[in-house]
């Protein structure tokens, strides 16, 4: 099972992810975490390209795009386990962010169709294509205050008209995909109900639940009080 956790920056999809591993231990689910790569775009080679696209967008974006697309399918092609938590798909970039920073200014029409390209190149490959989407919806007021705490050099020049229009790209692409399933959490996220709109998923919690509770029982006859 390939879910992906999509938001806004600072909306929380890294707490989210470790969270949703711990649940999935419980019930005996081996899962992968896959973070977003952020130590290959501050360290790339010589280049924090991620410090260089905030700082100067019109000149780097395109460059920062391109790691950041291929760092993302770099870790996908090398994931072991069967069911992996993806911090943002690339398909984030192509709804998203690409269009956010085309709609800004800071790609040229050319650098937009290239890199359009390589998204439609890198998604046709089918261990791209999330089963499940977890969309946190979370207003970008708050989304700023969390960047504020978490105080990432890279980030001190994101402000809020950036983070509204992340949020409403990210609105338009949740309210109309369809190749995945999609699930909207809204603050304050309720793992409990987030669990068990996974079970009706299909991914296999229900049977793991079961063997689980099967498994209580024959200790409770083994082991009588």
């Known amino acids: 099972m390939h879910i992906c956790v999509e938001g806004n920056i600072g909306s929380g999809k890294s707490t989210l992810c470790k969270k949703l591993a711990k649940k999935f231990s419980e019930f005996e689910i081996p899962c992968e975490i896959l973070p977003e790569p952020v130590d290959i775009w501050q360290?790339?080679?010589?280049?924090n390209l991620l410090d260089l696209m905030y700082k100067d967008p019109k000149k780097n974006a395109y460059a920062f795009q391109n790691l950041a697309l291929t760092s993302k399918v770099?870790?996908?092609q090398r994931y072991s386990t069967e069911n992996i938590l993806v911090e943002r798909s690339i398909y984030a970039q192509k709804n998203v962010f690409i269009p956010a920073?085309?709609?800004q200014g800071n790609i040229t029409e050319m650098e937009h169709l290239l890199l359009d390209y390589a998204v439609n190149v890198m998604t046709s490959i089918e261990v791209m294509q999330p089963t499940i989407y977890i969309y946190l919806k979370v207003p970008p007021i708050i989304c700023l205050d969390r960047l504020r705490?978490?105080?990432?050099?890279?980030?001190?020049m994101v402000d809020i008209e950036y983070l509204q229009s992340i949020d409403k790209l990210y609105e338009s692409w949740m309210r109309t995909e369809r190749k995945a399933q999609v699930i909207v959490l809204e603050e304050p996220f309720?793992?409990?109900?987030?669990?068990?709109?996974?079970?009706?998923a299909n991914f296999g919690l229900q049977d793991k639940e079961k063997k689980k509770e099967e498994k209580s029982k024959a200790l409770k006859?083994?082991?009588?009080?």
């Open 43 to 47: 360290q790339f080679y010589d280049y």
């Open 74 to 76: 770099d870790q996908l």
């Open 221 to 225: 006859r083994k082991y009588p009080k």
């Open 149 to 156: 705490q978490r105080g990432r050099n890279e980030e001190k």
């Open 101 to 103: 920073l085309a709609n």
């Open 190 to 200: 309720d793992l409990n109900l987030l669990m068990l709109n996974l079970k009706f």
